[in-house]
């Protein structure tokens, strides 16, 4: 099992910036990917951006060059800085880890960025 707490999420102006972070707990050694996805209301859950065990990274188009995913072993935790937020990267962020023990998800923290 692994448990995945978020944090960070809250209300900033366009143009603000927001770091959230994501504490894995648990079986850290089974997971090979992790990610941020969102959802905002009335759509669905969507990949921001990944990180995988080697380091590589990937991004959706509508956050490349304003958002940074990064981890840090030592914490077990992982990190997406959004810079330049925009009125539509307004969703509920969720934390995602997975590997051969499955697919785990956190709990998720609204992000909202007023124009």
Do not use: H
């Amino acid at each position: 099992q692994v448990q995945l707490v978020e944090s960070g999420g809250g209300l900033v102006q366009a143009g603000g910036s927001l770091r959230l972070s994501c504490a894995a707990s648990g079986s850290i050694g089974s997971i090979n990917v992790m990610g941020w996805y969102r959802q905002a209301l009335g759509l669905q859950r969507e990949l921001v951006a990944a990180i995988f065990s080697g380091g590589s990274t990937n991004y959706a188009d509508s956050v490349k060059g304003r958002f940074t995913i990064s981890r840090d072993n030592a914490k077990n935790t992982m990190y997406l800085q959004m810079n330049s937020l925009k009125p539509e990267d307004t969703a509920v962020y969720y934390c995602n880890a997975g590997g051969y023990l499955g697919d785990y998800w956190g709990q998720g923290t609204q992000v909202t960025v007023s124009s």
